[in-house]
C-alpha cells in the first residue's frame, strides 16, 4: 500500500474529510441488498486512510441502520445522489457525448466502475494531494480488480482559480460537447468561484453539453442547522458541514445559465426517492430540504439513445 503520511495528506482537511464522507455512503450503499448504487473501490479509500479507517463500510457496521443519522440517512442521501448522477452522466453518453468532465472529482470512480460506451474520456479535475492519494489506492489493488472502463485522464487543479488551461492541456476538446458534473463541489466553493466556474463550462460547453450540479437554496434556520446530521457528522468523524459551506450569498447559477441559452431543469433529491422508491423522504427541520439537483443542457444535445 502507499505510505500512510503520504495518504493522509491528500485527505486530511475538511473538503478532503468529505471525500471519505461520501466514499464511506457509496460503500456502504454498495453491500445493501437494494443498493440505489455501487462502487467497489470506495471502501478501499476509507480503510486507506487514517481518519476514516474505523468508519464503517457495511450496512451491518452501522449502529441503528437506516434510523442512523449521519450513516443512515445522509449515507442513502449520498446514495441517491450517485445513482441519478451515475443515470444522467450514461444517458449522455450513449446518446453520443464522448467527453465527461468531473469537477471536483474527489473518489469518484465513475470512470472505473460504469458501463460506458467505446470511445469516452472521463476527466477528473481536483486538487494534487486528493488525486495523489486516489491515485495511491487504485495503484495497490490488483490488476484483475480494475476493469477498463473508460479512459481516464486526471488534471489536477484548484477550481477556485482558473483551470480551463489544465484541461485542455490534458487533451480535452473545447469543440465537441461533453457531460459537466460538479458533485458536491458548489456548496463550498466562494461565490465569486461558482460564477467563475460556470462561466468557464459556459465558455468551453458547446452546444450538445450539458452541466449537473448540486446546490442548496437560501439560508438554513437555526432548527434545521441543528439537524442530527450536522451534528453527528461533527461529533463522530470531525466533519462539520456547516463551517464548510461557503457563508456568502449564492448565485443563481441556474438563472444565470438560463440567461446564456441553457435549458435548466431544477429538482429536489425527494423527487428521486420517490422514483427509486427508496431513498430519505422529506423530515421535520430538514437539513435535506433546501437541497437541489440541478440539471442544464446546451440546446444541440443530441438525442438520447438509452
Given at each position: 500500500?502507499?505510505?500512510?503520511?503520504?495518504?493522509?495528506?491528500?485527505?486530511?482537511?475538511?473538503?478532503?474529510?468529505?471525500?471519505?464522507?461520501?466514499?464511506?455512503?457509496?460503500?456502504?450503499?454498495?453491500?445493501?441488498?437494494?443498493?440505489?448504487?455501487?462502487?467497489?473501490?470506495?471502501?478501499h479509500f476509507v480503510r486507506a486512510a487514517r481518519a476514516s479507517a474505523r468508519w464503517?463500510?457495511?450496512?451491518?457496521?452501522?449502529?441503528?441502520?437506516e434510523a442512523d443519522p449521519l450513516w443512515g440517512r445522509l449515507g442513502r442521501y449520498?446514495?441517491?445522489?450517485?445513482?441519478?448522477?451515475?443515470?444522467?452522466?450514461?444517458?449522455?453518453?450513449?446518446?453520443?457525448?464522448?467527453?465527461?468532465?468531473?469537477?471536483?472529482?474527489?473518489?469518484?470512480?465513475?470512470?472505473?466502475?460504469?458501463d460506458w460506451p467505446p470511445g469516452c474520456t472521463v476527466f477528473e479535475i481536483d486538487?494534487?494531494?486528493?488525486?495523489?492519494?486516489?491515485?495511491?489506492?487504485?495503484?495497490?489493488?490488483?490488476?484483475?480488480?480494475?476493469?477498463?472502463?473508460?479512459?481516464?485522464?486526471?488534471?489536477?487543479?484548484?477550481?477556485?482559480?482558473?483551470?480551463?488551461?489544465?484541461?485542455?492541456?490534458?487533451?480535452?476538446?473545447?469543440?465537441?460537447?461533453?457531460?459537466?458534473?460538479?458533485?458536491?463541489?458548489?456548496?463550498?466553493?466562494?461565490?465569486?468561484?461558482?460564477?467563475?466556474?460556470?462561466?468557464?463550462?459556459?465558455?468551453?460547453?458547446?452546444?450538445?453539453?450539458?452541466?449537473?450540479?448540486?446546490?442548496?437554496?437560501?439560508?438554513?434556520?437555526?432548527?434545521?442547522?441543528?439537524?442530527?446530521?450536522?451534528?453527528?457528522?461533527?461529533?463522530?468523524?470531525?466533519?462539520?458541514?456547516?463551517?464548510?459551506?461557503?457563508?456568502?450569498?449564492?448565485?443563481?447559477?441556474?438563472?444565470?445559465?438560463?440567461?446564456?441559452?441553457?435549458?435548466?431543469?431544477?429538482?429536489?433529491?425527494?423527487?428521486?426517492?420517490?422514483?427509486?422508491?427508496?431513498?430519505?423522504?422529506?423530515?421535520?427541520?430538514?437539513?435535506?430540504?433546501?437541497?437541489?439537483?440541478?440539471?442544464?443542457?446546451?440546446?444541440?444535445?443530441?438525442?438520447?439513445?438509452?
Amino acid at each position: 500500500m502507499p505510505d500512510t503520511a503520504q495518504q493522509d495528506r491528500g485527505v486530511a482537511g475538511g473538503v478532503g474529510l468529505t471525500a471519505l464522507l461520501v466514499a464511506a455512503a457509496r460503500a456502504v450503499e454498495t453491500h445493501r441488498p437494494d443498493a440505489l448504487a455501487r462502487d467497489p473501490y470506495a471502501e478501499h479509500f476509507v480503510r486507506a486512510a487514517r481518519a476514516s479507517a474505523r468508519w464503517p463500510v457495511r450496512p451491518e457496521e452501522v449502529p441503528g441502520g437506516e434510523a442512523d443519522p449521519l450513516w443512515g440517512r445522509l449515507g442513502r442521501y449520498f446514495g441517491l445522489r450517485t445513482r441519478v448522477l451515475d443515470d444522467h452522466l450514461l444517458r449522455q453518453a450513449y446518446g453520443g457525448v464522448r467527453q465527461v468532465v468531473l469537477l471536483g472529482a474527489g473518489l469518484d470512480t465513475r470512470a472505473l466502475r460504469l458501463d460506458w460506451p467505446p470511445g469516452c474520456t472521463v476527466f477528473e479535475i481536483d486538487q494534487e494531494e486528493v488525486l495523489a492519494f486516489k491515485h495511491g489506492v487504485l495503484d495497490a489493488l490488483p490488476a484483475g480488480d480494475r476493469p477498463p472502463g473508460a479512459s481516464r485522464v486526471t488534471v489536477a487543479a484548484d477550481l477556485r482559480h482558473d483551470w480551463g488551461a489544465a484541461l485542455t492541456g490534458a487533451g480535452f476538446a473545447p469543440s465537441a460537447p461533453a457531460a459537466w458534473l460538479a458533485e458536491g463541489l458548489l456548496l463550498y466553493l466562494p461565490s465569486a468561484a461558482e460564477r467563475r466556474l460556470i462561466d468557464m463550462v459556459d465558455r468551453m460547453g458547446r452546444a450538445g453539453s450539458t452541466l449537473a450540479y448540486e446546490v442548496k437554496l437560501g439560508v438554513e434556520s437555526a432548527a434545521v442547522r441543528d439537524s442530527p446530521v450536522y451534528a453527528e457528522a461533527k461529533e463522530r468523524i470531525g466533519v462539520d458541514l456547516l463551517a464548510l459551506f461557503d457563508g456568502e450569498p449564492r448565485p443563481d447559477s441556474a438563472a444565470d445559465l438560463a440567461a446564456r441559452g441553457w435549458s435548466t431543469t431544477v429538482r429536489t433529491p425527494f423527487d428521486f426517492t420517490r422514483l427509486h422508491g427508496r431513498g430519505p423522504l422529506p423530515e421535520r427541520h430538514d437539513c435535506l430540504a433546501a437541497n437541489r439537483w440541478v440539471f442544464a443542457r446546451r440546446p444541440g444535445v443530441p438525442a438520447l439513445t438509452r
